[in-house]
């Protein structure tokens, strides 16, 4: 995080942040302070393949669920109806 911050101020390019990310509000909160271009999820993604479903949750907001998840969101009740 320190790094791709730093980066990003003194080189001036888009950097991507990525380790002990954990939660959609760190995220947000990340890309919002402009400490970073792009968050990337690892390890919390593998505890949790849902990992974007329960950011968005976490921030109160809406997303699309992907095609190839459409029944599995709807099984799970997590579908959010437009
Ligand atoms: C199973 C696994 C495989 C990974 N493979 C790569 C890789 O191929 N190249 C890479 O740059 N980082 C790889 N990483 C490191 C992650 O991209 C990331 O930097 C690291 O897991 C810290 O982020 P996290 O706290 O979100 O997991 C891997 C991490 C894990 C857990």
Do not use: C
């Amino acid at each position: 995080m320190p790094l791709a911050e730093r980066i990003r101020r003194e080189a001036g390019i888009p950097t991507a942040a990525v380790g002990l990310i954990t939660g959609g509000r760190q995220a947000e909160e990340i890309l919002r302070q402009g400490r970073a271009d792009l968050v990337a999820i690892g390890r919390p993604l593998l505890r949790n393949p849902f990992w974007p479903r329960s950011a968005a949750a976490e921030l109160g907001e809406r997303i699309e669920e992907p095609a190839p998840y459409r029944n599995y969101w709807f099984e799970t009740g997590m579908r959010h109806e437009a």
